[in-house]
T-cell receptor
Framework: GAGVSQSPSNKVTEKGKDVELRCDPISGHTALYWYRQSLGQGLEFLIYFQGNSAPDKSGLPSDRFSAERTGGSVSTLTIQRTQQEDSAVYLC?????????????FGPGTRLTVL | EDKVVQSPLSLVVHEGDTVTLNCSYEVTNFRSLLWYKQEKKAPTFLFMLTSSGIEKKSGRLSSILDKKELFSILNITATQTGDSAVYLCAVAVWDTGNQFYFGTGTSLTVIP
């Protein structure tokens, strides 16, 4: 059984460019989360999806950040006009409905570097 | 406003030592507290705690929750170099959706 996968694993971009990060959750997991982790920081919640809808977008740091999820599966996090402070590891996690709902399975992350 | 606070921020011990990591929280609509071990990029799940006073144990690791005093501890006995990692505490709350608050983690280094 495959775990959560993310792509790319590393992304280096120039300031001002747009980037798109992808997350493939575990099959059957209805909940999907995006976090980011800056150097020396804890995980910062960005957005949560239940199916295709995002009931909680409160963590998105600015309107340059957006995310979508289609078909209740793959999700993309888009950062427009990247800034140097966007450099971080972006982690995706998914969890299954039911009793294990609290347990999130994390992907390997995408390390984003904005020059 | 810090919702989840972990201490110490970092810790260096020798193999064989016992360590206690602390996590205190202040949230509304508490649902559960989770501990994760983060060695590289992706955290791996250790424990989920929902009830006070019930110890969860896995090998040399154990954890307990105090919902009255709003904290949890993670104990590691007979530490090994492989225990070196960042240990993250997260609190899940009942909200419009699933919401998790993470602490900044405790960085544990075990030296031979």
């Amino acid at each position: 059984g495959a775990g959560v996968s993310q792509s790319p694993s590393n992304k280096v971009t120039e300031k001002g460019k747009d980037v798109e990060l992808r997350c493939d959750p575990i099959s059957g997991h209805t909940a999907l989360y995006w976090y980011r982790q800056s150097l020396g920081q804890g995980l910062e919640f960005l957005i949560y999806f239940q199916g295709n809808s995002a009931p909680d977008k409160s963590g998105l740091p600015s309107d340059r950040f957006s995310a979508e999820r289609t078909g209740g599966s793959v999700s993309t996090l888009t950062i427009q006009r990247t800034q140097q402070e966007d450099s971080a590891v972006y982690l995706c996690a998914s969890s299954a409905p039911g009793t294990s709902e609290n347990e999130q399975f994390f992907g390997p992350g995408t390390r984003l570097t904005v020059l | 406003e810090d919702k989840v606070v972990q201490s110490p921020l970092s810790l260096v011990v020798h193999e064989g030592d016992t360590v206690t990591l602390n996590c205190s929280y202040e949230v509304t609509n508490f649902r559960s507290l989770l501990w994760y071990k983060q060695e590289k990029k992706a955290p791996t799940f250790l424990f989920m705690l929902t009830s006070s006073g019930i110890e969860k144990k896995s090998g040399r690791l154990s954890s307990i929750l105090d919902k009255k005093e709003l904290f949890s501890i993670l104990n590691i006995t007979a530490t090994q170099t492989g225990d070196s990692a960042v240990y993250l505490c997260a609190v899940a709350v009942w909200d419009t959706g699933n919401q998790f608050y993470f602490g900044t983690g405790t960085s544990l280094t075990v030296i031979p």
